[in-house]
């Protein structure tokens, strides 16, 4: 590395008016290109109504140029989230030189001081530092604050009696096909499909839909959706479907140790995606996906603990599940729980692939893993591997806290500068994260405080997205709850990308309607709900005619925490509502659907839509007191698998 220190930084100040007519005070460090040896230097900056405007000279040594400028926020400190990218302006001179600009709102995290100025030359691997160490001082309009969620467009209370119709265990409902189309996609009828793989979506070459191409076997999708599986095999009590749901997932405990010792992994264990005959997929993707391994470890030491309660042998445990030393073919628990110790820390590429960073969701589920991993471990007589992965679970956890923000008063979906334009920080993956990775000991759970902030944040920021968001209620003035995307800067459409392109999809709807029902849970358990100045504003947009207040408790069963639960349970139907709303009639369940039409598009008959409306009605079950529910799902067993 390079490093090279501003020489001459004593410039002259001048002012000038932006667009909008507000005076911004500029200073000039230099009015023409360095003429020594350096590589950059900062021309100008200013930072103006809460935007940070400054520009560079950047020597054109290489093509591909990263050039960042560090500051420290308002609080005085220096965080990953405290840099400003530039973008290439225009050709100086002979082309020796570059001007690089940037205009970025920071006014949410504020700025005090510029650290230094960064130009990565990646072509070359060089990297070269200005260091600038210089005050700034606002100036221009007054900067504007964080905005206040809006009001409630409604306010939902209590069960629909339309959704426990939709999601009944009969004939033609929801539940029954989403059951029934989950189940074709695993162990497709597809020739050279290995045993115990998931295809995530009927899209591809085998099938009608050719684009996307889905026919692969995602790591992420398939734990995910043989979670489902393992759900529905603890519940069965017929012998039959028991037995159906026991055979596939030891299938799948078998395909995940093939995965793990494929000979062409490029980036280990944290590879995302096989063909559906159980070989890597090489090409180029975003890797590592570091999450894969960690919830492929749940779903398998699930279903082992359900196995084990049904008078399963401790030794086809550490056989076929567990043990990866002695049986490293058919047990992949041990090597995948040992590989989320190794590389919690390593940064890897978030679950929707798209950013390498720090990612909230995978910390999240590698902590689950890790905790559970070292009680099963003790349960297989493993000590070693059990405080391994202890002292593993301590440090990760001991990081969680600086996914905080309270500028923005979200948990951040990665803790880095901004990626791929998501300057909002707002990301479903989050209640996802708390959804799959949640260890039920209290930490980052439904009702924590910060976790109710980030939801109501990220549920709201769809309103003003999505066109459809303006249809609040359905033909029978039901209330239809927020379309729920990804992320609100989200350009993909379900085949490419395209500027406001992105779409809500069901899985994500339907993980706010599952966070709902499984708050309403977990106040329940706890017997009161307790109110803060970070967790009020949640109230005050999904439960407003409690009129909870600051510093409150409120037990069980008094009026306010009746009318708050009711409220939270209304909610939870209504993004329900909003699925079966834009369900086609077949009740077929695709990746997302239109923003302005409510067409469903995107993948067909995605794997993971389906497998999120049944863990959404399982929490809606299990909160409404339904024991039978699940049983009654899992003991209508698996029909033959054709498409």
Same mark, same amino acid.
């Given at each position: 590395?390079?490093?090279?220190?501003?020489?001459?930084?004593?410039?002259?100040?001048?002012?000038?008016?932006?667009?909008?007519?507000?005076?911004?005070?500029?200073?000039?460090?230099?009015?023409?290109?360095?003429?020594?040896?350096?590589?950059?230097?900062?021309?100008?900056?200013?930072?103006?109504?809460?935007?940070?405007? %400054?520009?560079?000279?950047?020597?054109?040594?290489?093509?591909?140029?990263?050039?960042?400028?560090?500051?420290?926020?308002?609080?005085?400190?220096?965080?990953?989230?405290?840099?400003?990218?530039?973008?290439?302006? @225009?050709?100086?001179?002979?082309?020796?030189?570059?001007?690089?600009?940037?205009?970025?709102?920071?006014?949410?995290?504020?700025?005090?001081?510029?650290?230094?100025?960064?130009?990565?030359?990646?072509?070359?691997?060089?990297?070269?530092?200005?260091?600038?160490?210089?005050?700034?001082?606002? @100036?221009?309009?007054?900067?504007?604050?964080?905005?206040?969620?809006? #009001?409630?467009?409604?306010?939902?209370?209590?069960?629909?009696?339309?959704?426990?119709?939709?999601?009944?265990?009969?004939?033609?409902?929801?539940?029954?096909?989403?059951?029934?189309?989950?189940?074709?996609?695993?162990?497709?009828?597809?020739?050279?499909?290995?045993?115990?793989?998931?295809?995530?979506?009927?899209?591809?070459?085998?099938?009608?839909?050719?684009?996307?191409?889905?026919?692969?076997?995602?790591?992420?999708? #398939?734990?995910?959706?043989?979670?489902?599986?393992?759900?529905?095999?603890? %519940?069965?009590?017929?012998?039959?479907?028991?037995?159906?749901?026991?055979?596939?997932?030891?299938?799948?405990?078998?395909?995940?140790?093939?995965?793990?010792?494929?000979?062409?992994?490029?980036?280990?264990?944290?590879?995302?995606?096989?063909?559906?005959?159980?070989?890597?997929?090489?090409?180029?993707?975003?890797?590592?996906?570091?999450?894969?391994?960690?919830?492929?470890?749940?779903?398998?030491?699930?279903?082992?603990?359900?196995?084990?309660?049904?008078?399963?042998?401790?030794?086809?445990?550490?056989?076929?599940?567990?043990?990866?030393?002695?049986?490293?073919?058919?047990?992949?628990?041990?090597?995948?729980?040992?590989?989320?110790?190794?590389?919690?820390?390593?940064?890897?590429?978030?679950?929707?692939?798209?950013?390498?960073?720090?990612?909230?969701?995978?910390?999240?589920?590698?902590?689950?893993?890790?905790?559970?991993? @070292?009680?099963?471990?003790? /349960?297989?007589?493993?000590?070693?591997?059990?405080?391994?992965?202890? %002292?593993? %679970?301590?440090?990760?956890?001991?990081?969680?806290?600086?996914?905080?923000?309270?500028?923005?008063?979200?948990?951040?979906?990665?803790?880095?500068?901004?990626?791929?334009?998501?300057?909002?920080?707002?990301?479903?993956?989050?209640?996802?994260?708390?959804?799959?990775?949640?260890?039920?000991?209290?930490?980052?759970?439904?009702?924590?405080?910060?976790?109710?902030?980030?939801?109501?944040?990220?549920?709201?920021?769809?309103?003003?997205?999505?066109?459809?968001?303006?249809?609040?209620?359905?033909?029978?003035?039901?209330?239809?709850?927020?379309?729920?995307?990804?992320?609100?800067?989200?350009?993909?459409?379900?085949?490419?990308?395209?500027?406001?392109?992105?779409?809500?999809?069901?899985?994500?709807?339907?993980?706010?309607? /599952?966070?709902?029902?499984?708050?309403?849970?977990?106040?329940?358990?706890?017997?009161?709900?307790?109110?803060?100045?970070?967790?009020?504003?949640?109230?005050?947009?999904?439960?407003?005619?409690?009129?909870?207040?600051?510093?409150?408790?409120? @037990?069980?069963?008094?009026?306010?925490?009746?009318?708050?639960?009711?409220?939270?349970?209304?909610?939870?139907?209504?993004?329900?509502?909003?699925?079966?709303?834009?369900?086609?009639?077949?009740?077929?369940?695709?990746?997302?659907?239109?923003?302005?039409?409510?067409?469903?598009?995107?993948?067909?008959?995605?794997?993971?839509?389906?497998?999120?409306?049944?863990?959404?009605?399982?929490?809606?079950?299990?909160?409404?007191?339904?024991?039978?529910?699940?049983?009654?799902? #899992?003991?209508?067993?698996?029909?033959?698998?054709?498409?």
């Amino acid at each position: 590395m390079k490093s090279i220190f501003a020489s001459s930084l004593g410039g002259l100040l001048a002012f000038a008016s932006n667009a909008l007519g507000q005076a911004c005070q500029t200073t000039t460090l230099r009015s023409s290109v360095p003429t020594n040896a350096t590589e950059l230097a900062l021309q100008s900056y200013s930072y103006c109504g809460g935007t940070l405007n %400054a520009s560079a000279y950047i020597a054109n040594v290489d093509y591909d140029k990263t050039v960042s400028l560090y500051y420290t926020n308002a609080q005085g400190q220096s965080t990953p989230l405290s840099v400003v990218n530039f973008g290439y302006s @225009s050709s100086i001179g002979n082309g020796s030189w570059e001007l690089w600009t940037t205009s970025t709102p920071v006014y949410i995290d504020g700025i005090t001081e510029l650290l230094n100025l960064t130009f990565l030359a990646t072509d070359i691997g060089e990297t070269y530092v200005q260091t600038l160490n210089l005050p700034v001082n606002a @100036s221009g309009a007054s900067a504007p604050t964080l905005s206040s969620p809006p #009001a409630p467009y409604a306010t939902p209370k209590g069960f629909g009696s339309d959704i426990t119709s939709w999601l009944s265990i009969n004939v033609g409902s929801e539940s029954e096909t989403a059951f029934e189309r989950m189940f074709l996609n695993i162990n497709p009828a597809i020739t050279g499909a290995a045993e115990g793989v998931v295809v995530a979506a009927r899209s591809g070459p085998s099938y009608t839909q050719t684009d996307p191409d889905y026919e692969y076997n995602w790591v992420r999708d #398939a734990s995910l959706t043989m979670d489902v599986v393992q759900t529905l095999y603890a %519940a069965a009590t017929k012998s039959k479907p028991k037995t159906q749901y026991e055979d596939i997932l030891f299938e799948y405990a078998t395909a995940r140790a093939t995965e793990q010792n494929d000979p062409n992994l490029l980036t280990g264990l944290g590879e995302p995606k096989f063909y559906l005959n159980n070989t890597i997929f090489s090409g180029p993707w975003g890797r590592p996906q570091n999450d894969g391994p960690a919830t492929s470890a749940i779903t398998l030491m699930e279903f082992a603990n359900s196995y084990l309660s049904n008078n399963g042998a401790l030794s086809t445990v550490k056989q076929k599940i567990y043990d990866s030393a002695t049986f490293p073919s058919t047990a992949p628990v041990m090597k995948d729980l040992l590989f989320v110790a190794s590389n919690w820390s390593s940064p890897s590429f978030d679950l929707w692939e798209e950013e390498e960073s720090d990612h909230f969701y995978t910390r999240m589920v590698q902590r689950r893993a890790l905790v559970m991993g @070292s009680s099963f471990a003790t /349960q297989m007589g493993d000590a070693n591997t059990s405080a391994t992965l202890t %002292a593993a %679970a301590t440090a990760l956890t001991a990081t969680l806290s600086q996914f905080w923000d309270p500028n923005r008063e979200i948990l951040l979906y990665e803790y880095g500068p901004v990626l791929n334009n998501k300057a909002s920080y707002l990301d479903i993956a989050v209640v996802l994260g708390v959804i799959h990775g949640y260890a039920g000991d209290g930490v980052y759970g439904y009702t924590n405080d910060e976790v109710l902030s980030t939801a109501l944040r990220i549920a709201t920021s769809f309103i003003d997205v999505y066109p459809i968001a303006n249809t609040t209620t359905d033909s029978a003035s039901l209330v239809l709850g927020i379309p729920i995307g990804r992320y609100p800067e989200d350009v993909y459409n379900g085949t490419g990308t395209l500027t406001n392109g992105g779409n809500p999809w069901y899985l994500c709807t339907a993980a706010m309607s /599952q966070f709902m029902y499984s708050a309403s849970t977990t106040y329940g358990d706890a017997g009161s709900i307790s109110i803060t100045n970070v967790s009020k504003p949640f109230f005050d947009y999904f439960a407003p005619e409690a009129g909870l207040k600051v510093g409150q408790t409120y @037990s069980y069963g008094s009026q306010k925490y009746n009318q708050a639960v009711s409220s939270l349970n209304g909610w939870g139907d209504a993004f329900m509502r909003t699925i079966k709303y834009y369900t086609p009639s077949d009740g077929h369940l695709s990746e997302e659907f239109n923003r302005n039409t409510g067409v469903p598009q995107g993948a067909a008959d995605l794997t993971w839509s389906y497998a999120s409306v049944l863990t959404a009605a399982f929490a809606r079950a299990e909160l409404r007191g339904q024991t039978a529910y699940a049983k009654n799902l #899992a003991n209508l067993g698996i029909t033959a698998n054709t498409s």
